[in-house]
Structure formats: C-alpha cells, structure tokens
C-alpha cells in the first residue's frame, strides 16, 4: 500500500502542540507573518504553528495528512518526536555534543523521521541516546521526501542521509593505553567516536526501518543505512531494517553492541559490512538483494582493519541464523554472499547463502591473515548451507598459487553441505535441510542466543518480518496497474489487469492485483527481443476461455518465485469467482526453449525451428543448458483446452527448455491433457504435484534428458478420467531418432483410480524407443485400475532387456501390476523383478498411506548418481513427517 495510505491510517484525528519537551535546539529561524495589520495600529494576530518550539513549521506534504515541522542543528535536553507530526530533517542533526550537553531522542511507535536530500542524516553523539521504539504494527519509519510522497519504487536509493550512532566502546583504531581518550572521526564527518566502556548505552532501536539513504557526502564517502560506530553491548537493537540504501546496510565500526532480528534489503554494496574490532552478536538476519538484479554486493563483508591486519582487539563477532539470498547483478563488484578479509575473525553458525544461477561466489576468505584464522579456529563456519551455482573461491598468492581451498575447508566443518536449500522464497520448504540441521548456539556456545535447532533465519513456520517491513510482502491493494498491463473491469473484486499480445519489456505482476490473460500471450518475440515475465508471491493469473494462455518464448524468461505460504496461481475465471471449476476451462503454460530435440536437424541445431502445440510458437537449437527462467510454488488449475482439434495444451508444456531452467514445487490439477509434458531438451524439477489430470500426468518426448525427484501423481478420487501416471516415448515418427530420450526419474508415487474408458487409469507406459533411469518409484492404485507397468515397442524393449534402460528400488501394488513383455522369453514381471531391490505388494493399503509411502523398500541413494538429487531413505515421493506439499497444493484432501 501507498506510504500516504499508511500515513492517514496513523494519524491521528488532530495534531497536538506537544508542552514541555522543547529543549535547546538550534533550529531554522524564520517566521511565518503573513498577517494583515488592521486600523488604528492594531498589532497582527499572532502566527499559529502545529510544531513545539523546537521545530520549525514545514512545507506540507501532498498526499500526508500530517502536519510537518522541521528540526535542524544540535539538540541538548531531551525530546520527544511523536507519531501526529512528520518530522523533517535539515541537514546533519546531531543528539548531544560529542560526550557533553548529552539528550535522549525519543521518537514514538509509527512516527515518520525523514530527509529531503543527502545532506539531510541523523546523528546520535556519544554519550547521548535514540530510544526509537516501534512496534510490529507501528513501526519507526526514516525515509526520504521521495518516499513520504509515494515516488520512492523498487529502484530508488541515496534520496536522504541515514542513521548514526556514535558510542564510547573500544575499536581496535584507538590507542588501546589511552582508550579513555580515543577520537575516531566517523564517515560523512558524523562526529568521533571510540572509548574504553564496553557497556556503553546509546540507546534503543526496536521495529525501526530505514529506507532510501546512504547519499555520498563527500567524494567517495557514503553514510551507510544505519552506522554503529564504537556502539556498546548496553544498547538494544533489535527488529531492525535498511532498504534500498546506497551503501552498506548497517555496518559495525569497533564496539560490542549486539542485534537481534535484522532485515537487510536491496542495498547497493554490502548488507552487513564491520571492522576494526567489532565483537558483538547477530542472530535472525535476512538479507536479500533485489529481486530486480538491481547493484548488490557482498550480503557480508568483514575485515579487522584496513590499515592493519593483526590490530587487536580483533574483529570476531558471533552470528548465527543468517539467510543470505543474492541477485544476478554482474559488475564491479557482483552480488555475492560472504567475504572474510583482512585479517577478521568471526564465529558463523546455522547460515543459508543462496541465490540464482548468475550470482557470485557464496564464501570466500581473502588475506593470508584470515586464512591463518581459519586454519586455527579464530573462524569457525558450521552447520550452514551453500546453495550456489559458484559455492566458493579459492584464495591464491600473488603467482596465482592455491593458499586455500575454501570448498574443502568449508565441507570439512561440522554440519555443512553444498547443495539445494529448498526455500521458498526466504522460508525453508518442509523437506528442506535446514530444518533441524542447525547448531543449538544458545547451550554449546553463548546463551545470549535463542535455542533453534534450524539452519537460516526462518524455522519453516513462523514469518517474523510479517507486519513491520517494507519491500519483501505482498501489498494489500495495488493503486495501479503495473506498466505493460492495462486496468479491465474487476471479475474478482479487485483490481484486474490484463495482458494482451506480444509483450518485448520486462513486466513485472506485484502482488495486489489479479492478472487476466487475453487470448495468446506471449513474453518475447522468438529469439529477437527478450523479456522477462517477474511474477511476486501471491499473484493470479487467470483466463476467461480456452483460447487464453501464456507462452515464453525462446530467449525471453519467467521469474515465477511463490512461496509455500503465498505461491503463484495460474487458473480459469470460473475458480476466481468461485463457480464451478473443471479441466479445459483456459489455456495453460508453455515454456519454450533453445534446447535441442531429436526432431531438430542435429547437424543444424542452431537454426531448430520446431513449432509447438497450441500454435504457441517454434522451440529447439543447440543450448542444452538454456535458461527460461525460473518456476517455484506454482499452481496450475484448470487448463488444457483444445486450442485447435487434437490439439490440447498441457498444464505446463517444456518445450526445447534447458537444464539453466530452474523448476521446483510446482503444481499442475485438472488439466484436460497432460500435466506436464517434456518435448527434448534437459530441464529438470523438484518437488512435483500432479493431480486429477484428464491424460497423462508426465509424459515426455523427442529426446528429453532431464531429471525428476520427488513427483506425486495422483489420479482423481471421484474416479475422474485419466490415463498413465507416466507416457514415455522418444520420438512418435522415428523410435530410433538420436538422442534418444533418457531422462532420470527418482522417488515418484503413483496413485491411480477406477476410471474405465477408452484410456484406463494406468501406471507407467513406456515406448517409441524411449529409454530411462528410474528408481524408489511407488505405483500403486484401487481394484479397477488398469496395469501399472507396460513396455510397447521393440525398440524400448531393446533397452530393457540389454540393461542399458532400469528401474530399481521400487515397489508395484496393482490388481494387473504388469502388461506385455520385455522380449519374446521375458516378461515384464520377470523383467520387473529381477532389477535391484524391486517388488510387488498385495495392495494400495500396503504401500501407502494417503500420500505417504509406508513401504520399506530400500531406497537408491541417487545422490551418488548425480548431484542433482536428495539422498532419501525411502521410495515414493513423500513421507510422513515430511510433508512437502503441505500449504500451497490443491486436490490432496481426498
């Protein structure tokens, strides 16, 4: 929602002039006469303000129903900001002189402090004190004019100064004989701090929020969002956030004070950036960089000192609980995760640093001195996770030699791994590592900290940035439609906005608004002008016809990023407005990529031109690791429609797309046709639900290679129409087109149903000369459901019999388990049974429960096979305790 929307909601109905809190405060002077001097010399009606005496009546605000009153200079006696004013700041405004004349600035819950310029900060002076304490429905807000406004967006920065505070504890800078006496002078000539108290106080900062500074004030000097310079242990931070500023988002100069519950979001350089000898606590740290790929840095970077290495006291906090999730900026300085240097110490525990494929490294440690603290346990990293396209960096000498290899240190310490954290969005999904993997930090290592026993900042279910932040929720209303789309009339209620065509710019759907496709919708034109479709949490997206769906074209990508809490939700008019819903009600997806097919001419790749179904448009080439973006908690309802005679959409069509694709919890449920369906390429997914699909659940084609784990099929519980849980084939005109089709599939549960007509309900069928790897499969169904293994063609059963295609470690229970055979003295039963640790059961009952795999079958440990796959200790696709479709699916219940 608008900040003026968030202003009327907290004004209160009339501005108080507040008595008694003035103080000595160096104010802009300047009257407001603008009287009329009436007859016989009467004197002027005395000017009226709605600011104390401390302050100066302000310009108002369009759009802010408060009063404005400006403070400025130095204040010296306590005051008070309350939240029936917005505050102005003008120029550097200082509480306190430097250890002398010392003041409390209080500022009350859902109070607006803000900046009109670069100049424009806030300095807390040594021994003076802020007690900025909001609450979670109140929070404090120091922010820019820009923003008070409502023009600040997702790319704003550097539009005010920042936060300040100057303490009296020790820095690594100071004389360490004559702390008492020490004089650090602060950036953007703030003011000096440092000094010999340890338990220094400055104060209070609970549910605060600064958004938008970090100008430059002099050359080369910016304020960070908030700066903690020599702070000591005796101020209380916590609920803290810095958004979209310039520099770094908070950064710790020296000094001990410790912070609990801090938000770090699209800041320019580093999120949390210390030095000089900060040895304070962090614990429940998020920091994200723009979804945008807007400038990001380093989530953290540390040193000791600059200027020294070796200065003692040195730097070696204590933070435990941190998620870090980077952007895909590559200049300068690239997003990256965590760098140690110049000669820091530092202990890291229960850490996730995560990002996309164009990220930086996730860890590394820079400077011969830092890496001595490493070697004798001066940094300690455990129990976290690295979940990076580049995990690591090796530090090397001046000749290029290998002086630490930071992979082999990193997985050497206890609890660590390199692989896939599943988070959705920041929360860790409920099969995810980090849940119950972390440190206890608060018994073994220092009871300050909180006991948790996860990785990450988050345990899984409770959200405890919801309510006080900025910029990382889902807005209640959106105010206008976002650009590339066009307001329609509301089918839902809310605001709709409709996408129409061909779109060549990027678009990005906010949370806010329902999003109606119009007929075709295409993002990109093939090839030629790239876009990307940016999708937050939360949204729909909706069709009115069959004749509506949305295509990615080749080159172009989608950034759908759900959550298990607020996932994306791609479905038919009929289930928004709450009718009756069925399969065929709208189109579908469809991904369409540069990865090569076996219909491509192989010795032409580049110049693959295949059209796909739906008359969506031409996929393949020769990129086997394109990227057609991304898809994580995604529901598709509905869909499937017959766009042209024989020719349904799937619920979501990969066509051509590449292994550079990222796909993970996604959903298809009454589709008309297939839920998903592979045709070529090398795309691969994670955590896979497909229900009460008309046709085949997965089915795959024309030489695709990809991967599959953890898939749920489930045909419809009212006995619904369906067919094969899986239909396989390489390719329909030609069974020995190369490549063949060869994909990996691991821990699938199949459930079908009684449906008896022209396409039973059935298992897996595979044929056309497909080949495959599959292991920990659960197939399983009622009475009436058809057979659940069935090989057809001879080129498939060539396979099979030679070895070359498997399928082991799992477990049929079918009234008709088997179909045919593998070759003329071997059928598929036998066949069957003799792969490695395959059975057969007596039935449903026996295998699984609801969902749930009850079978003990001996799981393959894919993890050993390829990278890409959890090691599990159990077949099927979900078992009790572990729920990963719990939250964000549909069509479970029965």
Not at 146 to 169: P, Q, R
Not at 427 to 435: F, Q
Not at 523 to 533: E, R
Not at 618 to 624: I, L, N, S
């Amino acid at each position: 929602m608008a900040l003026r929307k968030l202003l009327k909601l907290s004004a209160i109905a009339s501005a108080l002039i507040l008595a008694g809190c003035g103080g000595d405060l160096v104010v802009n002077a300047g009257g407001n006469d603008n009287g009329n001097g009436g007859g016989g010399g009467g004197n002027p009606p005395p000017v009226t303000s709605d600011c104390p005496s401390f302050a100066t009546e302000g310009d108002s605000l369009a759009g802010v129903d408060l009063p404005v009153c400006e403070i400025s200079g130095t204040i010296t006696s306590d005051t008070r900001l309350s939240n029936d004013i917005a505050w102005s700041l003008s120029g550097k405004v200082t509480v306190g002189n430097d250890n002398a004349d010392s003041a409390t600035l209080t500022i009350e819950p859902g109070t607006f402090v803000y900046g009109k310029s670069g100049a424009d900060y806030l300095v807390i002076a040594r021994g003076s004190k802020i007690q900025a304490v909001g609450t979670v429905d109140a929070p404090i807000v120091m922010t820019s004019v820009n923003d008070m406004l409502g023009l600040s967006d997702d790319e704003s920065t550097a539009e005010w100064g920042g936060l300040v505070l100057l303490g009296n504890a020790p820095s690594n800078k100071c004389d360490q004989a004559a702390l008492d006496s020490c004089e650090i002078q602060a950036e953007g000539e703030a003011g000096p701090y440092g000094g010999a108290d340890e338990d220094d106080d400055s104060g209070a900062l609970r549910y605060v929020q600064v958004r938008y500074a970090g100008f430059e004030v002099i050359p080369d000097n910016e304020l960070n969002g908030i700066t903690f310079a020599g702070v000591g242990r005796g101020t209380e931070v916590e609920y803290i956030q810095v958004h979209n500023n310039l520099d770094d988002g908070v950064e710790f100069f020296g000094g001990t004070v410790d912070a609990k519950y801090v938000v770090l979001t699209g800041n320019r350089d580093d999120s949390l950036d210390w030095a000089d000898g900060w040895s304070g606590r962090m614990q429940h740290v998020l920091v994200r960089h723009n979804p945008n790929d807007t400038k990001g840095n380093r989530g953290i970077e540390a040193d000791n000192q600059s200027g020294n290495f070796t200065a003692e006291p040195v730097s070696k906090p204590r933070i435990a609980n941190m998620t870090i999730i980077g952007n895909n900026f590559d200049g300068e300085d690239d997003s990256e995760g965590v760098l140690l240097r110049a000669g820091t110490a530092g202990e890291l525990y229960n850490f996730i640093v995560t990002g996309p494929a164009g990220m930086g490294e996730c860890f590394e440690i820079n400077s011969a001195e830092s890496v001595t603290n490493a070697g004798n346990g001066e940094i300690i990293f455990r129990n976290s996770i690295l979940d990076c396209a580049e995990p690591t960096k090796d530090t090397e000498d001046d000749a290029g030699n290998v002086t630490f290899d930071a992979e082999a240190w990193f997985l050497a310490q206890p609890g660590n791994l390199i692989g896939d954290a599943l988070l959705g969005g920041y929360i860790p999904a409920p099969n995810s590592p980090a849940l119950g993997n972390g440190y206890n930090v608060a018994n073994n290592v220092d009871s300050w900290f909180d006991n948790v026993d996860y990785i990450g900042a988050f345990d899984g279910e409770e959200d405890w940035t919801v309510g006080w932040t900025v910029g990382i929720h889902p807005e209640d209303d959106l105010a206008a439609c976002p650009t590339g789309t066009s307001e329609v009339n509301s089918l839902s209620g809310r605001l709709n906005c409709q996408l129409t065509g061909d779109i060549t710019a990027n678009v990005t759907l906010a949370a806010g608004a329902d999003y109606v496709l119009d007929g075709r919708v295409r993002i990109g034109v093939d090839n030629t002008t790239a876009a990307t479709l940016s999708i937050e949490p939360g949204v729909r997206i909706y069709g009115k016809s069959g004749a509506d769906f949305l295509v990615i074209t080749r080159g172009s990508k989608i950034e759908a990023n759900g959550t298990a809490a607020n996932p994306i939700v791609m479905t038919s008019v009929q289930d928004i407005i709450g009718s009756p819903t069925a399969a065929g009600q709208w189109g579908g997806l469809v991904l369409l990529g540069n990865a090569p097919s076996n219909k491509c001419d192989q010795a032409d790749l580049a110049s693959c031109e295949i059209q796909a179904e739906g008359e969506a448009g031409p996929y393949g080439g020769a990129d086997a690791e394109d990227n057609s973006g991304t898809l994580n908690y995604v529901v598709v309802k509905h869909a499937g429609f017959e766009v042209i005679p024989d020719n349904e959409l799937n619920g979501i069509t990969f066509a051509g797309v590449g292994s550079g694709t990222q796909c993970s919890n996604i959903q298809v449920h009454q589709n008309v046709d297939d839920g998903i369906e592979m045709f070529g390429g090398s795309v691969s997914c994670k955590n896979v639900v497909l229900t009460a699909n008309g046709d085949d659940s997965v089915d795959w084609a024309d030489g695709w290679n990809g991967k599959l784990q953890f898939v749920l099929v489930k045909h419809g519980a009212d006995d619904s129409k369906s067919n094969r849980g899986i239909e396989a084939d390489n390719q329909s005109g030609n069974f020995t087109a190369t490549p063949v089709s060869n994909p990996t599939i691991a821990n699938m549960t199949i459930i079908g149903n009684n449906f008896d007509g022209d396409d039973d309900s059935e298992g897996v069928l595979l044929r056309a000369g497909t080949n495959a790897q599959l292991a920990n499969f659960v197939i399983t169904g009622p009475e009436g459901m058809g057979e659940c293994l069935e090989f057809n063609s001879d080129e498939t059963k060539a396979l099979a019999a030679s070895g070359e295609l498997t399928m082991t470690h799992s477990v049929i229970a079918c009234s008709e388990p088997f179909a045919g055979d593998v070759g003329a003295t071997l059928s598929t039963e036998d066949w069957f049974l003799g792969q490695e640790s395959n059975s057969v059961a007596a039935n449903q009952a026996a295998v699984v429960d609801g969902i749930f795999t009850i079978d003990a079958t001996v799981a393959k440990d894919m993890s050993a096979v390829d990278s890409f796959f959890d090691a599990v200790d159990f077949v099927g696709a979900v078992e009790a305790g572990n729920d990963w479709t719990a939250g964000w699916t549909v069509g479970l219940e029965d």
